[in-house]
């Protein structure tokens, strides 16, 4: 595998449903982000991990959880979601280089198309 | 408010036009970042312009920063259809891992 690969690819869930989304970078990168893309909308920054260490919550709902393992391996927890909260998740990684200035170029994985029903 | 604009929205275009997307930000950010979509599938890097000034071109792609107007281009030269996409630009926080995206530009070139 290479790049940053998400799974599953493709859900779809119950509002009592819990379940999980995956992501993982084969870069070598330090930080890890998920993204929601909805239909209309710019895509909206949901967390950000650095080193494992959460460093960014936008106001993102409880009903999300994020987990950061290790440095190249990321999880959202679902539970309890709207119908609002159907989207495509991307999920992100960047590696800050500190000689020659910082350069926070993100690379995408192919995203998870959620659907709450 | 953080704001991150792109104009047009919407742009629709024939084969061998030549065209601008205009990004205009609010933030203080001296790096921007061009990403393409294709339907379906995730965002792919296109530039990252990491001064003013800068300027990178790829293909029929030319990409520019003024960091003073807050304000980057991406100039579309001879469209071909391949290159109907959706086109977002981004900002970075300084100091921050956050990110900003403007509300991409939905190009389409006609044949």
């Known amino acids: 595998e290479t790049g940053v690969t998400q799974t599953p690819r493709h859900l779809v869930m119950g509002m009592t449903n819990k379940k999980s989304l995956k992501c993982e970078q084969h870069?070598?990168?330090?930080?890890m982000y998920w993204y929601k893309q909805s239909a209309k909308k710019p895509l909206e920054l949901m967390f950000v991990?650095?080193?494992?260490?959460?460093?960014e919550n936008n106001s993102v709902p409880s009903r999300f959880s994020p987990e950061c393992p290790n440095s190249s391996h990321l999880f959202l927890h679902l539970h309890t979601l709207q119908p609002e909260d159907s989207a495509l998740y991307l999920c992100?990684?960047?590696?800050?280089?500190?000689?020659?200035?910082?350069?926070?170029?993100?690379?995408f994985g192919p995203g998870t198309r959620l659907t709450v029903l | 408010e953080l704001k991150v604009e792109q104009n047009p929205l919407f742009l629709s275009m024939q084969e061998g036009k030549n065209y601008t997307i205009y990004c205009n930000y609010s933030?203080?950010?001296?790096?921007l970042y061009w990403y393409r979509q294709d339907p379906g599938k995730s965002l792919e890097s296109l530039f990252v312009?990491?001064?003013?000034?800068a300027v990178k071109q790829e293909g029929r792609l030319m990409a520019s920063l003024d960091t003073k107007a807050r304000l980057s281009t991406l100039h579309i030269t001879a469209a071909v259809h391949d290159l109907s996409a959706t086109y977002f630009c981004?900002?970075?926080?300084?100091?921050?891992?956050?990110?900003?995206f403007g509300t991409g530009t939905r190009l389409k070139v006609l044949a």
């Open positions: 992100a990684s960047s590696q800050e280089v500190l000689a020659g200035g910082r350069y926070n170029e993100q690379f």
């Open positions: 870069l070598g990168h330090n930080a």
């Open positions: 991990y650095n080193f494992k260490e959460q460093t």
């Open positions: 933030t203080t950010s001296d790096r």
């Open positions: 312009l990491l001064s003013n000034g």
């Open positions: 981004a900002v970075d926080i300084p100091g921050t891992y956050k990110y900003i």
